[in-house]
């Protein structure tokens, strides 16, 4: 998506060789209009396959999720939860999920009356770096007895591998922007 390059490329900081900051659009300050363009794309590539669940992982991924279940005909979204507050008094799934930029383990977890067999889920979010976050969100769909029809990524980190593996165990993924290397602060895309 050449909007969303463009923007990497404007506004984008690379820090050292593995993490992309991007807080002036998307992580910290959100430009919404580029959302709206971000969903649109989403619904172009995956308008055809009968989703009808947006599932995603607080906190960066939950305004992508909402345009973009906007753009699917306001389908509910469903966002995994990375810590255990004291309201979640309800049985949920629970996913390990590591994190590379924080260097922490935590459990994704989603209540169970959220996640139904037959839901056909689009997960989105806004990195893909090592696939840890998206292979628990997965998990977390299987164990319901869902589907993941596709996954979604806004930028991905080609070089941390995430996606390829992904793939490899059949997962449907699309990312729309690709990063190949992080060097010296310049961004190259694949
Ligand atoms: P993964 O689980 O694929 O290793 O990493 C994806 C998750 O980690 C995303 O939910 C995202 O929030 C965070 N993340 C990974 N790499 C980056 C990065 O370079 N920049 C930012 N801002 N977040 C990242």
Redesign the pocket.
Known sequence: MQLLKDRIIQDGVGIGT?????DSFL?HQIDVELLDQIAQEFKRLFGDQNVNKILT?EA??IAIACITAMHFGNLPVVFAKKTSPNTMTDEFYGAE?K???KGTVSIARVAKKYLQKGDRVLIV??????????FGMADLVRQAGGKVVGIGAVIE?QF?G?AKKLRKESYRVESLAVIKSIKDGNIEFL
């Open positions: 593995e993490i992309l900051k991007v992580n992982i960066s991924g999920v994190s590379f930029t979010d806004d990195f893909l770096a090592h696939g840890e976050a998206a980190k941390q995430g």
